[in-house]
């Protein structure tokens, strides 16, 4: 509990988009009736940014989101979105097993409730859960206040019946919105993205992942990864060979696989 408090703690401290835009707006005051041109242009250029802000959220310009590990040791932390689904998933915590690796899964709300016995198994295997949103629409962000605020929470209750109390939220697709910071205040969560992908496409593209992972990868990284099938179903060997590469590669790389919340030092979940 203390780990939450201290992350709402310090949410009350302006962000850098709130301070821009107490300076954007006093500037634009200043110059309005000197040049209301030069006003308006510094409303653009603060609309813009927050815009920026939203597709690229590990600038943490918005609010705070945890987009990268902070262990400072040669450690990594798999995730995987989207799911759960079958046989994917499954096959997936067969390959964790096999490496002694410990996973997260930000799992849709929808997919979660069609399959309550893997949310099970993913538990009893010692992995943790995250949400990411109940329907996983990647226009989400797009959408309202309240409509966000629904999707998460149906996403929250959905688990909750599970016995799973998600602290951590990932948006779909993985931009943000300005009011998402808000939401999670208020929901006591925190925003964890990543900072490493193999441009999967949500497993529609499936070969070489692992290359595009290994090449880059290095300590503190969250890497991404995704649980569903493959666009094609004779993908779905290739996807899974991929990913049994990738969890030896980066045992090769010298890099040790941990926990989500060890990386990051921050609960995912709460019992």
Do not use: W
């Amino acid at each position: 509990m203390g780990t939450s408090y201290s992350v709402i703690k310090s949410r009350k401290k302006l962000s850098p988009a709130e301070i821009s835009g107490i300076i954007s707006l006093v500037l634009a005051a200043a110059v309005f009736f000197i040049s209301p041109l030069a006003a308006g242009l510094i409303a653009f250029i603060y609309i813009i940014l927050c815009v920026l802000g939203c597709f690229f959220p590990q600038t943490n310009f918005l609010f705070p989101v945890i987009s990268r590990g902070g262990s400072g040791k040669n450690y990594v932390a798999l995730t995987f979105d989207d799911g759960p689904s079958e046989p994917i998933t499954k096959n997936i915590l067969n390959l964790l097993d096999k490496y002694n690796a410990k996973a997260t899964f930000f799992v849709s709300g929808v997919n979660a409730k069609r399959h309550p016995e893997i949310i099970k198994e993913i538990i009893t295997r010692g992995h943790s859960i995250g949400n990411h949103s109940y329907s996983h629409n990647p226009f989400l962000m797009l959408k309202g206040y309240r409509t966000i605020q629904r999707e998460i929470i149906q996403a929250k209750e959905i688990l909750k019946e599970m016995g799973v109390e998600t602290i951590a939220f990932r948006p779909p697709v993985g931009i943000i919105n300005p009011g998402l910071g808000k939401i999670l205040d208020e929901l006591d969560m925190v925003c964890v993205t990543f900072n490493r992908r193999a441009g999967d496409a949500g497993n529609f593209f499936v070969k070489n992942i692992s290359k595009k992972i290994l090449n880059k990868v290095r300590a503190d990284d969250i890497i991404l990864l995704h649980d569903v099938p493959a666009k094609s179903p004779q993908n779905n060997e290739i996807f899974l060979s991929e990913a049994e590469k990738i969890l030896a590669g980066i045992s090769a790389h010298g890099l040790a696989i941990v926990p989500l919340s060890i990386l990051i030092k921050r609960e995912i979940t709460r019992s």
